[in-house]
């Protein structure tokens, strides 16, 4: 007995050739489908910013987006690359990308004309002329021009600086700039970057302690030239706070060094006698200006001292100070110190 079903193939009959050509087609497209819409969908990856330099190749572009998660398939950016023909229009730079771009928008933005920047580190505590120096040999700047231009005051005052020159406001950081910036536009970053870090947060607070601008950057030098460890730099700032408040001198090695015209070195007595309006041996109050360029901790410490009637303080040689309220537990501090750091040296002595 035939059933219904076989009755029913009968009717209908075997599916002819054009029939099952056009199902075997639709189903490798709808895999290839799915196959192109997963290599092409976004990997997720946090942002971040590949530099693609001159001269790479496909392929090569290709693996590097590849291992940076950027895309799923090298191979699929590839394809499409050549494809499409947009891998003869691919630019050197840096090029952002994020997780939510897929390989079509990555494929995008490598068409997109990118400046191709350099990085350079500029560390706390640098004279101007050595980070001068840092900008000549990492940017290929000219060297006489960044000196001239940071010593014109009328410059200073173009770029918001209210001082005759730049010392103390070429701010540490580290940044990316442009291969084709000249020596403007670079001091510009930096400065700028100065401006963004004393805000008008910090200018209420040198309000109120009486202070200009000038004179926090000042005593934030000062302050970034004897603290080694962070936590001292409120206590090390609250030092020199009341030192102003009894008409003491300062009394800081770091203008010392700055004065001198050999230094920083070792110091002696006599360069405690240099005459210089930056030697705070000799002159009281602040000096004309900053002595280096102070990083963002020791600007905020120059404007929230710490609460303490500390007068003194003296390097244990550890990178840590012992600070005193009188001249008499400073003098006994010294002694102390110093005992401590020979009997230091001569048991390293023994060892070698």
Known sequence: MINKTTKIWKKIGRPSLA???AVTVLAIGLTAS?????????????PKTVRIEPGMSVASISRRLGRERIIQSPRFLRALAIVTGASRSFTAGDHPFDGSMTTWEVLRELRVPRDVTQSVTIPEGLRRERVIEILVSSLDLDREELDRMTTDSAFCRKVGVNADN?????????YRVSVSAGEEQV???LIDHFHKIVDDDLKRSAALLDMTVHEVVTMASIIEGEAVIDSERDTISAVYHNRLKRRMRLQADPTVQYAIPDG???LFYKDYQ?????????????PPGPILSPGAASLRAAVNPARSDYLYFVAKGDGSHV?????REHEAAKRQTKSARRQTWRQSSKRR
């Not at 730049?166 to 580290?174: A, D, R």
């Not at 240099?274 to 602040?286: E, K, Q, V």
């Not at 600070?323 to 001249?327: D, G, L, P, S, Y």
């Open 264 to 266: 920083p070195r070792r």
């Open 274 to 286: 240099f005459d210089s309006p930056y030697n705070t041996y000799r002159h009281s109050g602040l």
């Open 34 to 46: 799915l196959w192109v819409i997963t290599l092409n969908g976004p990997t997720g990856t946090r």
């Open 187 to 189: 001091l510009r970053v």
């Open 166 to 174: 730049l010392e103390g406001y070429l701010f540490p950081e580290t």
């Open 19 to 21: 029939t099952t050509i």
């Open 323 to 327: 600070f005193t309220k009188t001249a």
